[in-house]
């Protein structure tokens, strides 16, 4: 994965002005996303939703925080990489850009998840989504 500052350099991120209110709505969703999918109990039956809209959490969180510095991504593989500029570790970056990967098959191409991914992608989005939380910061 490229370091984000390519995806900058490229224009595939650009600079925008802040916008604190769409920060504002962003985090109210992923809070009702995330616990609408951690009430959900994991199957064969939900593993693919649970995958897809666990990765929208995260992936959303990132957005948000994003826009807080100042940044619009045009792509998600950019967007996951701006974990790295967050202080994740490269382990972390790698889980959640193996994580979009894995959705765009599912949500694309029809791939089916299995339910120890889906419990795996629950942890590490519960394990995550607090830290990322708390580097934003809206007044």
Known sequence: MKNFEEYLK???VKTRKKNVARVKSILEEADKRLKFYNAISVSEESANYIIENM???IRELIEAKMILEGYKSYSHEATVSYLKKLGFSSSEVE?????????NQTR???HLVNVEYAKKV???VNKTYPRLK???KVN
């Open 10 to 12: 490229k224009g595939i």
């Open 55 to 57: 990765y929208e959490v």
């Open 95 to 103: 889980f959640m850009d193996e994580l979009r990967s894995i959705r």
């Open 108 to 110: 694309y191409y029809g």
């Open 122 to 124: 629950s942890e590490f």
């Open 134 to 136: 708390t580097l934003i």
